[in-house]
């Protein structure tokens, strides 16, 4: 019954939608009919700025960081952490708040891995940094980054489940950005 417990309110606090709340308040403005319609950090700084960004950026991020917490206060395992903060992603891409029509999980996956492992911020830095000047471009560099994640955990002697788990999440993320990578490879090959 905890695990069950434990999965619902990890969608439920995903569902709970940062960039919603911060255009709302700060811009007097509905993300949902602003840039994209995206309600994720970044379409919130495109509508109202950079304030809006980093506040929807750390909200989400903040999400994905509670339910890795509240998972080891109910003395979970570390890869029932990692499947809460698959639930606590799918909320926020599939909000129930919102009519199921949410982000696309990047902040609250990187809240949730910082969370899980603090040296993942230093993965995810590197990895962009390396990554950024091959491929010029934030999406792909970012991406590339995460993927750096499961294999890292391997040799800072994480155990293989939760390392599955992690990239699991990983190609979900992927798969969940499909549209956006297609339209970046088009734009690329047309040069």
Do not use: W
Not at 25 to 52: F, P, Q, T, W, Y
Not at 152 to 170: E, H, K, N, R, T
């Amino acid at each position: 019954m905890t695990i069950i417990c434990y999965l619902l309110i990890s969608y439920l606090l995903g569902s709970l939608m940062a960039g919603y709340f911060v255009v709302k308040i700060l811009g007097k403005k509905d993300i949902r009919v602003e840039g994209s319609g995206n309600v994720g950090a970044r379409n919130a700084g495109r509508v109202h700025g950079k304030v809006s960004f980093v506040f929807t950026f750390l909200g989400d991020a903040l999400k994905g960081a509670l339910v890795v917490l509240i998972g080891e206060y109910l003395n979970l395992s570390p890869e029932l952490f990692l499947v809460g903060l698959g639930f606590a992603i799918l909320g926020h891409v599939k909000p129930i708040t919102l009519n199921f029509k949410g982000g696309m999980g990047i902040s609250t996956f990187i809240g949730g891995m910082i969370a899980f492992e603090p040296l993942s911020a230093l993965i995810l830095v590197i990895g962009f940094i390396l990554l950024y000047p091959v491929l010029k471009s934030f999406t792909f560099a970012g991406l590339g980054s995460f993927v750096l994640l499961p294999i890292c955990f391997y040799f800072l002697g994480v155990q293989l489940l939760p390392i599955l788990i992690a990239g699991v999440l990983v190609l979900a993320i992927i798969y969940i950005h499909r549209e956006d990578l297609s339209e970046r490879f088009e734009k690329r090959a047309k040069k």
